[in-house]
């Protein structure tokens, strides 16, 4: 399985931007997959993924601004981010869970992960 994300990019805050992970390998239609971001300096952290259910779950600060989506037609799972702030500023990867009950939140949870693709939100 390969995870490839891209649409990282610069801009303002307040502007918006959609994350594409693209899948190959397997499809990603009802696939346990999550967004996870990483600050320069920090650690790794959750930010959104489908949960076993196929519902959708959020870190509290992104919640109301940033949406997960799937479009199995082109195999894509979607991070559309709205609103952005300049702390949202980080490296973004996508990244898939075998286990669709495993905590979606814990990077051990998963088992495959996409090259990250940069977002700069300026201030």
């Known amino acids: 399985v390969q995870l490839q994300a891209s649409g990282g990019g610069l801009v303002q805050a307040g502007g918006s931007l959609r994350l594409s992970c693209g899948g190959s390998g397997r499809t990603l239609r009802s696939a346990a997959l999550g967004w996870f971001r990483q600050a320069p300096g920090k650690e790794r952290e959750f930010v959104a993924a489908?949960?076993?259910?196929?519902?959708?779950y959020y870190t509290n600060s992104v919640k109301g601004r940033f949406t997960i989506s799937r479009d199995n037609a082109r195999n894509t799972v979607y991070l559309q981010m709205n609103s952005l702030k300049p702390e949202d500023t980080a490296v973004y990867y996508c990244?898939?869970?075998?286990?669709?009950?495993?905590?979606?939140?814990?990077?051990?949870?998963?088992?495959?992960w996409g090259q990250g693709t940069l977002v700069t939100v300026s201030s």
């Open positions: 990244a898939l869970r075998r286990r669709g009950t495993a905590e979606v939140t814990s990077t051990i949870s998963y088992d495959y």
């Open positions: 489908f949960t076993w259910s196929d519902s959708t």
